[in-house]
C-alpha cells in the first residue's frame, strides 16, 4: 500500500487544480486519471465544441457575405476533415498541457487507470493500493442515453467529436443546450438537421420567450423542430436510421442518416465503489455533498459534475475555489454563495444570470423589468446580426439585481457586467453611473435600466 495525504480522482476541472494546492502545501498527494487527461471541458466538451463552432461560423459568415458588400465567387464548401484537425490540434494542446502540468509538480504522483475505492480512504488503481486521509472525487459524468437506442449506430457528444465528415441529415434528440449547439453547427456545416424534443418548446428551463427566440433564430437557418414528441425508440433502416416518435401532428417517423442523442448527463460513479467506502449518492447518482462540498464521510470530498451542484466548467473550478479556501484560506466560502450562470453557445449567443422571469414571478417578489431588443442596439445593426434582445429583472424594494437575460451578439460576454454587480451585493444603479464606450452592445444596458417598468 502506497499511503498519501490526498489523492485525487479525476482531472478535469476542479482535479488538478485541487491537487496542485494540495501538493503546493506540502502535502503528498497523489491524481488519478482513467483516460484522457483535462475531463470532458477539454476534451469533448467546451474546447472542442467552441473550436467547431468557430469554424461554423466561418462558413456561415462566408455564405453572407455580399450581406456586406463582399463578393466570393463559387460555392462555399465545408472541409470537414481540415475542420476536425484544426479542433484536435486545439484539444491535443489543452490536453497534454494538463497532463505535463501534473507529472511536472512537485510532490505530486499521477497514477492512470481505474480508481475504485476499496475503504473510506483506500483506493485501488489496478494492482495498485493507495491510501489517504483526505479523498477528492472529480470523476465529471458522461451522456446519458435513454432506453429505445439499443442496435443502432447513434452518436452522442464524445462519439461526434471523431466525425470528419457532413453528415446528410442529422436527427437530434434533445432540444436543449448539447442538442442546439451541435444542430446550428451541423447546419452550418450543410447538414439537414432535425431536433426533436418532448417538451412543448426549446430549452425549457428558461422563459418562453427566450425559447420562442432561440426556435426562430435556428428556424430562420433551415432546422427543423418536432415538439410534444415521445422518441419511443430508433432503429436501422439499411444505412440510414429511422426515429419513431409519436407526436400531436406530422409522421410517426423521421429518416436520417445519422442521429446525435443529446438526452442529457450523468455522472460517472456507477463504477466507483461509492458503496465500499459507505459514501452516500442520491436515486441519480450524483454524490451527496454540504455546502462546503463534503460528503457524508469525513475526510472526502466531491467536485465538479459528479456532484450535482452544477453542470459546467466554471462551476467546477468554483467548487475548487471553495474546497481550497475552507481547508487552507480559512475561508468560509459554501456553494450557496454562487450566483446561477451559463452560456448558450449558438449564434448568437445565450447569456444567463441569476433568476429567470417565470422564477421571479412564482418568488412573488415585487420586481421591475426592463427589456430592449437587439434590433435597437447600433453596434447590432452595424454588424449585420440583430436577433435576440435582453431582459433585466430588479428587485423593486433593494434596488438589486435578481436576474438577466441577454440573447444576441456577445451577449455571452456582455452579461459579466451584471453578473459583477450582483456579486458587489450593490443596487443596479452602480450601473448606470457608468460610462461606456460607444458603439457596444454593453452601452445599452444603463439605457434599459432607465427604462424599468413593474412586472406585472
Known amino acids: 500500500m502506497k499511503e498519501f495525504d490526498a489523492i485525487i480522482i479525476g482531472t478535469g476541472q476542479a482535479g488538478p487544480s485541487i491537487a496542485a494546492r494540495c501538493a503546493a502545501e506540502g ?17 469533448n466538451g467546451c474546447t472542442p465544441t467552441k473550436a467547431l463552432v468557430a469554424s461554423a461560423r466561418s462558413a456561415f459568415m462566408a455564405r453572407r457575405s455580399s450581406d456586406y458588400g463582399v463578393n466570393i465567387e463559387g460555392e462555399i464548401t ?15 494542446q489543452s490536453t497534454t498541457g494538463v497532463e505535463n502540468w501534473l507529472k511536472n509538480t512537485e510532490n505530486m504522483t499521477v497514477f492512470e487507470g481505474h480508481a475504485r475505492f476499496e475503504g473510506a480512504h483506500t483506493v485501488s488503481v489496478g494492482e495498485e493500493l493507495l491510501k489517504a486521509d483526505k479523498i477528492f472525487i472529480n470523476v465529471g459524468g458522461r451522456a ?24 446528410d441529415h442529422l436527427i ?45 433564430i435556428l428556424e430562420e437557418e433551415g432546422i427543423k423542430f418536432r415538439f410534444n414528441a415521445t422518441c419511443l425508440g430508433a432503429a436501422m433502416d439499411g444505412d440510414q436510421v429511422k426515429v419513431n416518435v409519436d407526436c400531436k401532428s406530422g409522421d410517426n417517423e423521421i ?16 463504477d466507483l465503489g461509492l458503496e465500499k467506502a459507505g459514501i452516500a449518492a442520491n436515486e441519480r447518482g450524483f454524490i451527496t455533498v454540504d455546502y462546503h462540498l463534503r460528503t457524508n464521510v469525513d475526510g ?18 468554483n467548487d475548487f475555489e471553495i474546497v481550497a479556501a475552507n481547508l487552507f484560506d480559512h475561508d468560509p466560502r459554501k456553494v450557496s454563495d454562487r450566483i446561477t450562470c451559463y452560456g448558450l453557445f449558438i449564434d448568437p449567443a445565450l447569456g444567463r444570470i441569476g433568476m429567470t422571469e ?3 414571478r412564482k ?74 464606450i460607444h458603439p457596444t452592445v454593453s452601452e445599452l444596458i444603463p439605457t434599459t435600466l432607465a427604462d424599468l417598468k413593474p412586472l406585472e
Open 27 to 43: 502535502l503528498k498527494t497523489a491524481i488519478v486519471e482513467r483516460k484522457r487527461f483535462g475531463g470532458t471541458c477539454v476534451n
Open 172 to 216: 437530434i434528440i434533445g432540444g436543449s443546450y448539447i442538442g442546439l449547439e451541435f444542430g446550428q453547427m451541423y447546419r452550418r456545416f450543410g447538414s439537414q438537421v432535425t431536433i426533436i424534443e418532448k417538451g412543448p418548446r426549446l430549452v425549457g428551463k428558461e422563459d418562453e420567450d427566450v425559447s420562442d427566440e432561440i426556435r426562430k
Open 255 to 270: 429518416l436520417g442518416s445519422h442521429l446525435l442523442v443529446a438526452t442529457g448527463r450523468q455522472p460517472n460513479t456507477d
Open 144 to 167: 446519458y442515453v435513454p432506453e429505445g437506442f439499443e442496435g443502432v449506430d447513434y452518436l452522442d457528444n464524445s462519439s461526434i467529436m471523431d466525425v470528419d465528415f457532413v453528415p
Open 363 to 436: 418568488s412573488g417578489k415585487k420586481a421591475l423589468i426592463g427589456t430592449r431588443t437587439m434590433k435597437r442596439i447600433a453596434r447590432a445593426k452595424e454588424k449585420g446580426e440583430t436577433h435576440g434582445f435582453m431582459k433585466i429583472l430588479i428587485d423593486a424594494e433593494t434596488h438589486k439585481i435578481l436576474g438577466a437575460t441577454i440573447l444576441g451578439i456577445e451577449g455571452d460576454e456582455i452579461i459579466h457586467s451584471l453578473l459583477d454587480i450582483m456579486y458587489a451585493d450593490a443596487p443596479y444603479t452602480v450601473i448606470q453611473r457608468a460610462v461606456h
Open 358 to 360: 417565470n422564477e421571479v
Open 78 to 92: 465545408v472541409d470537414m476533415k481540415a475542420v476536425k484537425a484544426r479542433k484536435d490540434k486545439i484539444v491535443n
Open 300 to 317: 472526502v470530498w466531491a467536485l465538479g459534475d459528479c456532484n450535482g451542484r452544477g453542470a459546467f466548467t466554471h462551476t467546477a473550478y
